[in-house]
């Protein structure tokens, strides 16, 4: 059972908890209640500094881990390049805005065999974030 000083402490750290929240002390918070609705779409504020910019192609980098040989080539929305037993398409790919730090991002399938063995996003500057492993060849993109 709760003691009286113990119910107090509670009520009082809630109290203070609620003005913390409150709408004037989060002068942006966004009130679902309001009554008003604003039809000016441009007074709210987005995560997002800016959005992508969907582009056309992108520089993919395949590496033969084997012989060393390196394959460069843009390759454009829908194009399937063929290097060594592998093929790779490029379905989509974007880049961020210029106010937003330089990333460029694919959506590539990668066939071997003509069984697909990869389909996810890659990033320019994160290479590690869906790693394709494969034991012979290494896929990146490139800025």
């Not at 679902?32 to 910019?53: F, G, Q």
């Not at 093929?87 to 069984?115: G, H, M, W």
Request: hydrophobic share 40%; aromatic share 12%; charged share 30%.
């Amino acid at each position: 059972m709760l003691s009286c000083r113990a119910f107090l402490s509670i009520v009082c750290i809630l109290g203070s908890l609620g003005n913390i929240f409150s709408k004037e002390a989060l002068p942006n918070a966004y009130d679902i209640n309001a009554d008003e609705t604003d039809d000016d779409e441009d007074e709210i504020d987005s995560i997002w500094d800016s959005y992508p910019v969907e582009i056309d192609s992108v520089n993919i980098q395949i590496l033969d881990k084997i012989s060393g040989k390196v394959f460069r080539r843009k390759v454009k929305l829908n194009e399937i390049i063929t290097f060594g037993n592998i093929s790779l398409k490029l379905r989509r790919c974007f880049k961020n805005s210029p106010e937003d730090t330089k990333e460029i991002y694919a959506y590539i399938e990668v066939y071997e065999n003509r069984q697909k063995i990869f389909s996810n996003w890659k990033f320019a500057s994160h290479q590690s974030v869906n790693l394709f492993q494969h034991p012979v060849y290494d896929i990146k993109i490139e800025f």
